[in-house]
């Protein structure tokens, strides 16, 4: 079946834009991760979606950073502002419940210019 | 604070080469340990969940193994096509985040 997309798949912005990346979770897969990856670093939690519950977002790095999941489908994750640090690969996963296996996306490579 | 260890950062072998990854680990409250593979340009692909100290799985050329403090992932006889970045993260019993550590990356020459 179809596993987690993300789009865009590459995205390249100026210093101080706005971005919006997507991520479409396997269908039935009630909860929702975002990921950072930076170069040669492991993946450091962003925020969680759970259902109908209040998201997780302690993983969110500044106020800068916010996202949003509509039911049990799409979510998209908006970096306001953008800075040079904010480079870097933004993983979404997604699983049947919190406490299942994670499924991952390829990602959207970040970089700002 | 949790932390997740991986070594070595970055293992060479010939094909057939048995090896063992090793990840440690430092949570209070483990609810899962988990490995995962990840080729360039991709998003990390499941291999293994597993929960409890003594546990052990296995899947092709490779097996996972948890203690109280580290799991170690073993490669028999490794192929070029195993080649990539081995990534282990951490679940803990008051959440539902992963917690990775850096990964070790595994060049197979044949």
């Known amino acids: 079946g179809a596993g987690v997309s993300q789009s865009p798949s590459n995205k390249v912005t100026e210093k101080g834009k706005d971005v919006e990346l997507r991520c479409d979770p396997i269908?039935?897969?009630?909860?929702l991760y975002w990921y950072r990856q930076r170069l040669g670093q492991g993946l450091e939690f962003l925020i969680y979606?759970?259902?109908?519950?209040?998201?997780?977002k302690s993983g969110l790095p500044s106020d800068r950073f916010s996202a949003e999941r509509t039911g049990e489908s799409v979510s998209t994750l908006t970096i306001q502002r953008t800075q040079q640090e904010d480079s870097a690969v933004y993983l979404c996963?997604?699983?049947?419940?919190?406490?299942?296996?994670?499924?991952f996306g390829p990602g959207t490579r970040l970089t700002v210019t | 604070e949790d932390q997740v260890t991986q070594s070595p950062e970055a293992l060479r072998l010939q094909e057939g080469e048995s090896s063992s990854l090793n990840c440690s680990y430092t949570?209070?409250?483990?609810?899962?340990l988990f490995w995962y593979r990840q080729d360039p340009g991709k998003g990390p692909e499941f291999l293994f969940t597993?929960?409890?100290a003594g546990e052990e799985k296995e899947k092709e050329r490779l097996k996972a193994t948890l203690t109280k403090k580290e799991s170690f992932l073993h490669i028999t006889a490794p192929k070029p096509e195993d080649s990539a970045t081995y990534l282990c993260?951490?679940?803990?019993?008051?959440?539902?985040?992963?917690?990775f550590g850096e990964g070790t990356q595994l060049t197979v020459n044949p």
């Open positions: 996963a997604s699983s049947l419940g919190y406490s299942h296996e994670q499924y």
């Open positions: 269908s039935g897969h009630t909860a």
């Open positions: 979606f759970q259902g109908n519950s209040a998201p997780d």
């Open positions: 949570v209070s409250g483990l609810r899962g």
């Open positions: 597993l929960y409890s």
């Open positions: 993260a951490v679940r803990k019993t008051s959440g539902s985040r992963l917690t």
